[in-house]
């Protein structure tokens, strides 16, 4: 018995991974656990040792080959889960019978037994199957329950012995191990995959759909044990996708995009995520009032809120609401505006000091623009800029609303700056996006976007982000950094872009964005592999920030000299993006086509390039008024 | 952009100082900084001049505001004051008007202000004279006009107008798209 509590201890362990899977194991038929059990007393046999102590590596590998026959059972017999369920219920009982009574028998000789290797066959055949019990996920399942409860009367003593009797018995147990894994794999059934055309495909009873998406999510977890045959992983996802297209009602490219983002399973949360609403979050206007004050204020009015977290001090979170939390007085005095939790998130990365004089290129409705204005505490200036003149309207609206005294809102394309005006010490750029991130606010999203509004997206993020790094001014005392954001979790729009930056702006780096929190971006994907310090930006996803889906990189632009890149596979790899086949030849057309102003600008490897810059970088500047950089910057260019 | 002309000054002079009488001064010598109005697209931009100055390379057509708004010139050359300069008004107000919780929002959908939800009323308020309307917790919801003097108005019925509206902070929210 000196190898029970050791066991029993593993089992203990291994508890909770067990009972989290217990609803797959009660769907295991019945008729299939005497084989298993037969399989493995075989194997036993076979191997011709006596395996007292069956080692915990053991004890859990088979655990797993319990799991993977059992799904394989479940999928073998859809129909008759009812009946599996009382088959199972009867060998529970039975089972529970069973180890009662062995385990009296232990009680006589389990100390004779774990001190003696060469016992007969019998006895050790005995303690092996059953005391150690973990060898067959049912009665596993009871000995673990018994064993619980039986856990304070462990000895140390028989502890440590058991410990050197895994360590000698573990050699036999990996043998043992391998033949109980070949002789399960003949009997298991796997989860099967619908064929084409099957009639379940036809189903849209969402129940039977959901059952197998998770279902496959299963298979592709634990994909090695659990496939069924020679069916390759494709074949799973290539289902997966259409169960979800299905199930969450994405448009087909979309939901490629989005699955290969995440893992397998949390990808699934992620579409359960965009399900589900958002909380409603504030941002207190530090220009008007301060977050006590305003909470005081509404909670007078009969509201429910609560600070948004410790990474802001502005926030609130609201849970529930009497009167519109847009219409309050206190939010027509501007004490507060009405904004997602995630759009604090650039600004804070942005962190703009007093006295700076900033740019918001795509602003409307105006959100982070007054955050900015109210970290500048009405210093300095901002330029509030969108390219949709409506939009202004609640742009202008929400300024004036929250008091920011130091704006100017203009409607400009982002595309034009710094061709307006320059010299920024800090620009934020949240970028027109997909929307990936919102799609819980609006669902639209999931239908209304192709391929080609994902290459035009990127391609304008990819304009926008150069003329923001553009505007800025490397040689600010405090400033010269760029934020860049979207409410999008795909790589293109994020990753590439940020990494397209890198390369094609050399006078720029990324840094820290300051946020503690959020994941990493990737610095590869799929084929793509980017910038290591790619990694210091970071993503916000919402199941698991409760966040919307967002994307916040920081630039510091170190000078105001674009470095000239002679170096013929950089822009050739560049052009790649663009168009995969494109030669030297063509791509001069194809640029001039897109009238992408500052591809020109920077993509000059040919001398005939060179005039083709200055005049334009000569017209530029004309159209510069009252910026100072303006000696430095002909210098570097010319 | 560009400075306002004689008249113009004259006439939007006029209608401030109704409000904030000779506290104008204050607007326009400042201690910290200069600032200065500006009209563009018949709206008047009160701005500090730095940022004035910077904002002059945004184009006419490309410029949507700048600073703070304090009004619109009508066609007939009468000037508007709008609700967005209500900060500013606020700070130099002369005259008060404090209403009861019960009467913000009536005032806010832009309704004139009734006897029965005055809470407080500066002492010696003539009569059509501008004032600023405040909730019962000092926030400004807006500004109007009386339409008696304070001790006429002991004398009324509580159905009575006192103020008349003129702008309020709902305008925000109602006029978003006139406003601007």
Redesign the interface.
């Given at each position: 018995m000196a190898g029970r509590p050791a066991t029993k201890k593993g089992a203990a362990k291994s508890s909770p991974a067990v009972s989290s899977q217990k609803n797959n194991k009660r769907k295991v038929s019945a008729s299939t656990e005497p084989l298993s059990k037969k399989a493995k007393v075989g194997a036993k046999i076979g191997n011709g040792k006596l395996n007292k102590v069956v080692p915990k590596s053991a004890e859990e590998d088979s655990e797993e080959d319990d799991e993977s026959w059992a799904y394989g059972a479940v999928s073998d017999s859809d129909s008759d889960i009812e009946e599996r369920d009382d088959e199972f219920v009867s060998a529970e009982e039975g089972s529970d019978i069973e180890v009662g009574a062995l385990d009296d028998d232990f009680l006589g000789d389990e100390f004779a037994e774990s001190d003696d290797e060469g016992k007969a066959p019998g006895t050790a055949m005995f303690g092996s199957d059953d005391d150690e019990g973990e060898d067959e996920g049912e009665e596993d399942e009871e000995d673990i329950f018994a064993s619980n409860s039986e856990d304070s009367d462990d000895d140390d003593d028989m502890e440590t012995k058991s410990r050197k009797l895994d360590a000698a018995a573990k050699l036999e147990a990996e043998e043992a191990e391998a033949e109980l894994q070949t002789n399960i794999m003949l009997e298991s059934d796997k989860y099967v995959l619908p064929e084409d055309n099957h009639e379940i495909l036809q189903s849209t009873d969402l129940q039977v759909v959901q059952a197998r998406i998770q279902e496959i999510v299963r298979v592709l977890n634990n994909f090695r044990e659990m496939r069924e045959g020679d069916r390759s992983r494709n074949d799973y996802i290539a289902q997966l996708l259409k169960d979800l297209c299905l199930y969450y009602g994405y448009n087909e490219y979309l939901m490629e995009k989005l699955f290969y983002i995440f893992p397998v399973s949390e990808a699934i949360e992620f579409f359960e995520a965009n399900e589900v609403p958002r909380p409603v979050t504030i941002r207190t206007n530090t220009l008007k009032t301060r977050r006590r004050e305003l909470a005081q204020a509404l909670i007078n009015r009969g509201v429910n809120l609560d600070p948004i977290g410790k990474w802001s001090k502005v926030g609130l979170q609201v849970f529930d609401s009497p009167v519109p939390i847009g219409a309050t007085p206190e939010y027509l005095a501007g004490h507060y505006m009405l904004q997602a939790a995630s759009s604090f998130l650039p600004v804070m990365a942005l962190a703009p000091q007093e006295h700076e004089r900033v740019l918001d290129m795509a602003s409307a409705p105006g959100g982070k623009s007054t955050y900015i204005a109210a970290l500048l505490k009405n210093t300095g200036m901002v330029f509030a800029n969108d390219a949709n003149k409506d939009r202004t309207k609640s742009l202008v609206a929400n300024i004036h609303r929250l008091g920011v005294k130091n704006a100017v809102v203009c409607n400009y394309d982002g595309r034009e700056f710094p061709g307006v005006i320059g010299g920024f010490d800090r620009v934020l750029l949240d970028a027109p996006c997909s929307g990936t991130g919102v799609i819980s606010k609006d669902a639209s999203v999931k239908t209304n976007k192709s391929e080609q509004d994902f290459q035009m997206l990127s391609q304008l993020q990819k304009e926008l982000v150069l003329s923001a790094i553009d505007s800025v001014d490397a040689g600010s005392k405090t400033g010269g950094y760029i934020v860049y954001s979207t409410c999008s979790v795909t790589v293109d729009e994020n990753e590439d872009v940020v990494n397209y930056a890198l390369r094609k702006r050399p006078n720029v780096k990324l840094v820290s964005t300051g946020l503690d929190f959020g994941k990493e971006g990737f610095t590869r994907y799929r084929e793509k592999v980017f910038h290591p310090s790619v990694s210091l930006t970071r993503r916000y996803y919402p199941h698991m920030h409760n966040m919307d889906g967002f994307y916040v990189a920081k630039f510091k632009k170190i000078s105001n000299k674009i470095p000239k890149k002679m170096d013929d596979n950089v822009d050739l790899d560049e052009e790649e993006e663009f168009a995969p086949s494109a030669n030297k030849a063509g791509k001069r057309t194809r640029g001039g086509k897109k009238t992408e102003e500052e591809l020109e600008k920077v993509s000059f490897n040919a001398d005939e390039d060179e005039e083709l810059i200055r005049a334009s970088q000569a017209k530029l500047l004309h159209t510069q008024k009252g910026i100072k950089l303006r000696p430095k910057k002909s210098e570097g260019t010319k | 952009m560009r400075p306002l002309t004689e008249v113009e000054t004259k006439t939007f002079f006029e209608k401030l100082a109704k409000y904030i009488g000779r506290n104008i001064t204050h607007l326009i010598d400042r201690g910290d900084e200069t600032y200065c109005f500006r009209l563009h697209r018949d709206r008047v931009y009160y701005?500090?001049e730095?940022?004035m100055?910077?904002?002059?390379?945004?184009?006419r057509?490309?410029?949507?505001?700048?600073?703070?708004?304090f009004g619109k010139f009508t066609k007939t050359g009468k000037f508007r004051m709008h609700v967005?300069c209500l900060?500013y008004i606020a700070q130099y107000a002369k005259h008060k008007v404090w209403i009861k919780p019960n009467g913000?929002?009536p005032f806010?959908y832009g309704n004139h202000v009734v006897k029965a939800h005055i809470g407080r009323v500066t002492e010696d308020t003539p009569e059509h004279q501008g004032v600023i309307i405040y909730?019962m917790?000092d926030?400004?919801?807006g500004f109007g006009v009386t339409a008696r003097s304070t001790s006429d108005t002991r004398k009324m019925e509580p159905t009575a107008i006192v103020v008349f509206h003129q702008a309020d902070?709902?305008e925000?929210?109602r006029q978003?798209?006139t406003?601007?």
């Amino acid at each position: 018995m000196a190898g029970r509590p050791a066991t029993k201890k593993g089992a203990a362990k291994s508890s909770p991974a067990v009972s989290s899977q217990k609803n797959n194991k009660r769907k295991v038929s019945a008729s299939t656990e005497p084989l298993s059990k037969k399989a493995k007393v075989g194997a036993k046999i076979g191997n011709g040792k006596l395996n007292k102590v069956v080692p915990k590596s053991a004890e859990e590998d088979s655990e797993e080959d319990d799991e993977s026959w059992a799904y394989g059972a479940v999928s073998d017999s859809d129909s008759d889960i009812e009946e599996r369920d009382d088959e199972f219920v009867s060998a529970e009982e039975g089972s529970d019978i069973e180890v009662g009574a062995l385990d009296d028998d232990f009680l006589g000789d389990e100390f004779a037994e774990s001190d003696d290797e060469g016992k007969a066959p019998g006895t050790a055949m005995f303690g092996s199957d059953d005391d150690e019990g973990e060898d067959e996920g049912e009665e596993d399942e009871e000995d673990i329950f018994a064993s619980n409860s039986e856990d304070s009367d462990d000895d140390d003593d028989m502890e440590t012995k058991s410990r050197k009797l895994d360590a000698a018995a573990k050699l036999e147990a990996e043998e043992a191990e391998a033949e109980l894994q070949t002789n399960i794999m003949l009997e298991s059934d796997k989860y099967v995959l619908p064929e084409d055309n099957h009639e379940i495909l036809q189903s849209t009873d969402l129940q039977v759909v959901q059952a197998r998406i998770q279902e496959i999510v299963r298979v592709l977890n634990n994909f090695r044990e659990m496939r069924e045959g020679d069916r390759s992983r494709n074949d799973y996802i290539a289902q997966l996708l259409k169960d979800l297209c299905l199930y969450y009602g994405y448009n087909e490219y979309l939901m490629e995009k989005l699955f290969y983002i995440f893992p397998v399973s949390e990808a699934i949360e992620f579409f359960e995520a965009n399900e589900v609403p958002r909380p409603v979050t504030i941002r207190t206007n530090t220009l008007k009032t301060r977050r006590r004050e305003l909470a005081q204020a509404l909670i007078n009015r009969g509201v429910n809120l609560d600070p948004i977290g410790k990474w802001s001090k502005v926030g609130l979170q609201v849970f529930d609401s009497p009167v519109p939390i847009g219409a309050t007085p206190e939010y027509l005095a501007g004490h507060y505006m009405l904004q997602a939790a995630s759009s604090f998130l650039p600004v804070m990365a942005l962190a703009p000091q007093e006295h700076e004089r900033v740019l918001d290129m795509a602003s409307a409705p105006g959100g982070k623009s007054t955050y900015i204005a109210a970290l500048l505490k009405n210093t300095g200036m901002v330029f509030a800029n969108d390219a949709n003149k409506d939009r202004t309207k609640s742009l202008v609206a929400n300024i004036h609303r929250l008091g920011v005294k130091n704006a100017v809102v203009c409607n400009y394309d982002g595309r034009e700056f710094p061709g307006v005006i320059g010299g920024f010490d800090r620009v934020l750029l949240d970028a027109p996006c997909s929307g990936t991130g919102v799609i819980s606010k609006d669902a639209s999203v999931k239908t209304n976007k192709s391929e080609q509004d994902f290459q035009m997206l990127s391609q304008l993020q990819k304009e926008l982000v150069l003329s923001a790094i553009d505007s800025v001014d490397a040689g600010s005392k405090t400033g010269g950094y760029i934020v860049y954001s979207t409410c999008s979790v795909t790589v293109d729009e994020n990753e590439d872009v940020v990494n397209y930056a890198l390369r094609k702006r050399p006078n720029v780096k990324l840094v820290s964005t300051g946020l503690d929190f959020g994941k990493e971006g990737f610095t590869r994907y799929r084929e793509k592999v980017f910038h290591p310090s790619v990694s210091l930006t970071r993503r916000y996803y919402p199941h698991m920030h409760n966040m919307d889906g967002f994307y916040v990189a920081k630039f510091k632009k170190i000078s105001n000299k674009i470095p000239k890149k002679m170096d013929d596979n950089v822009d050739l790899d560049e052009e790649e993006e663009f168009a995969p086949s494109a030669n030297k030849a063509g791509k001069r057309t194809r640029g001039g086509k897109k009238t992408e102003e500052e591809l020109e600008k920077v993509s000059f490897n040919a001398d005939e390039d060179e005039e083709l810059i200055r005049a334009s970088q000569a017209k530029l500047l004309h159209t510069q008024k009252g910026i100072k950089l303006r000696p430095k910057k002909s210098e570097g260019t010319k | 952009m560009r400075p306002l002309t004689e008249v113009e000054t004259k006439t939007f002079f006029e209608k401030l100082a109704k409000y904030i009488g000779r506290n104008i001064t204050h607007l326009i010598d400042r201690g910290d900084e200069t600032y200065c109005f500006r009209l563009h697209r018949d709206r008047v931009y009160y701005v500090s001049e730095s940022v004035m100055r910077k904002a002059t390379s945004i184009g006419r057509d490309q410029l949507i505001s700048l600073g703070i708004c304090f009004g619109k010139f009508t066609k007939t050359g009468k000037f508007r004051m709008h609700v967005t300069c209500l900060d500013y008004i606020a700070q130099y107000a002369k005259h008060k008007v404090w209403i009861k919780p019960n009467g913000e929002m009536p005032f806010l959908y832009g309704n004139h202000v009734v006897k029965a939800h005055i809470g407080r009323v500066t002492e010696d308020t003539p009569e059509h004279q501008g004032v600023i309307i405040y909730s019962m917790t000092d926030i400004p919801l807006g500004f109007g006009v009386t339409a008696r003097s304070t001790s006429d108005t002991r004398k009324m019925e509580p159905t009575a107008i006192v103020v008349f509206h003129q702008a309020d902070i709902g305008e925000y929210l109602r006029q978003e798209d006139t406003l601007f």
